[in-house]
């Protein structure tokens, strides 16, 4: 069984940035997807960003400027995610996921392709 821990949200000043980190236990199979997502109030769960975990193949949303970097530490199982020049619309709840045996390039928006869910961490950005 695949678990995903979320950490390192909190309240965050526009213009700042921070790095929240999802710590993964269980059988992961490397040829696997994992997933980025933030949802706001009111709003469906949007993907932000993904990493193939065989190949540190990075995945992210063209018009978010590279304002999002996920990475992957090997030796510690954990997937991290940086977000800079947070926005007051970044206000959300960050989740990652893992996609079993799936290969990033067609799937990585779609939250139904998931299997796995983290659960979750706020972050606020105060303007």
């Known amino acids: 069984q695949v678990q995903l821990a979320e950490s390192g949200g909190g309240s965050v000043q526009a213009g700042g940035s921070v790095r929240l980190s999802c710590a993964t236990s269980?059988?992961?199979?490397?040829?696997?997807?994992l997933g980025w997502f933030k949802q706001a109030p009111g709003k469906e769960r949007e993907a932000v960003a993904a990493?193939?975990?065989?190949?540190?193949?990075?995945y992210y949303l063209e018009y978010e400027e590279g304002r999002f970097t996920t990475s992957r530490d090997a030796a510690s199982n954990t997937v991290y995610l940086e977000v800079n020049s947070l926005k007051p619309e970044d206000t959300a709840i960050y989740y990652c996921?893992?996609?079993?045996?799936?290969?990033?390039?067609?799937?990585?928006?779609?939250?139904?392709?998931?299997?796995?869910w983290g659960q979750g961490t706020q972050v606020t950005v105060s303007s």
């Open positions: 996921a893992l996609a079993v045996r799936r290969w990033c390039e067609h799937m990585w928006r779609l939250h139904t392709e998931y299997h796995f």
């Open positions: 990493i193939y975990i065989a190949t540190d193949s990075t």
């Open positions: 269980g059988n992961v199979d490397h040829s696997s997807c």
